[in-house]
C-alpha cells in the first residue's frame, strides 16, 4: 500500500499537464501514468513489448440516453485505455502516458460502450478479472472518488482500506480516498515479489510516494 498525499498529487498532475502543454489531463490519468510507467520499469520488459493500462470506466454517463448517477447495476467497462511498447513507455515523458490514457477515456462514448455490451451478449462469458490480461498490462481499478469511509458499521471510521482476493494478480492498482481526505490517495499495488522491489527502489515512483498517517 502506498500513500499520496493531496498535496504529491496535485504536484503529479501540474507535471503531466506541463510536459504534455496542456490542462485537460486528470489527477487520476496522471497517477495511472505514473503507476503504468513503474510498473513497466519494474518488469524489466524488453523495448519492443507490447503493454498496456485499463482503466475501469463508468458508463452512466456516457450511455444516450444516460443511466442515473445512482443506478444500482454494474456499469462500468475495462477501458484499454493506453497501448504502447515497453520502450515508447518509458523513453517518452510522464504527460505522454497520461495523454494516451486521457484520449482513451476522452474517446469512449455511448457507441463504443454499446459495442462491448453488444459483443458480450453475443458471446457471454464470466468475467474473472485476473484471467482476462497478459502479463504485461497494468490495471488501475477502484476509485479514490468513492466515499468508502462513510460506510459505518457500528465501529467507528475505518482505518484503511484493502482489496479481496479477486484483486491479488500482478499488475492490478487499487485506488482509495486518503483516511485523511482532501484529495489523497492511497494505492494498493499486487506485483510479483521481484518486482515490489523494483518499484519500491524506482525514484520516480517513490518521489511521488508520501509517509503514512499511520
Known sequence: MFHFSSESIARLKAKA????????????????????????????L???????????????????PPLSPDYFGNSIQALRAGVATAGEVLEQNLGW?????????????????????????????????????????VIMGSSPRFNKYGNEFGLGKALALRSGYAHKFSGKASAYPGHEGGGSIDLEICLSPDEMTAIESDKEFMDVVSPSPF
Not at 499537464?17 to 489531463?25: D, L, S
Request: some cysteine; charged content about 20%; hydrophobic content about 35%.
Open 97 to 137: 502516458a497520461a495523454w494516451q490514457l486521457h484520449q482513451a477515456v476522452g474517446n469512449h462514448s455511448d457507441e463504443k460502450a454499446r459495442e462491448f455490451l453488444n459483443f458480450w451478449l453475443k458471446s457471454p462469458f464470466i468475467y474473472q478479472i485476473g484471467k482476462l490480461f497478459d502479463p504485461h498490462t
Open 46 to 64: 524488453p523495448r519492443d513489448r507490447v503493454t498496456c493500462c485499463r482503466l475501469a470506466t463508468n458508463n452512466r454517463s456516457r450511455l444516450n
Open 17 to 44: 499537464n506541463a510536459e504534455f502543454n496542456t490542462n485537460k489531463i486528470s489527477s487520476f490519468q496522471s497517477l495511472s501514468a505514473l503507476v503504468w510507467r513503474c510498473i513497466t520499469r519494474a518488469r524489466n
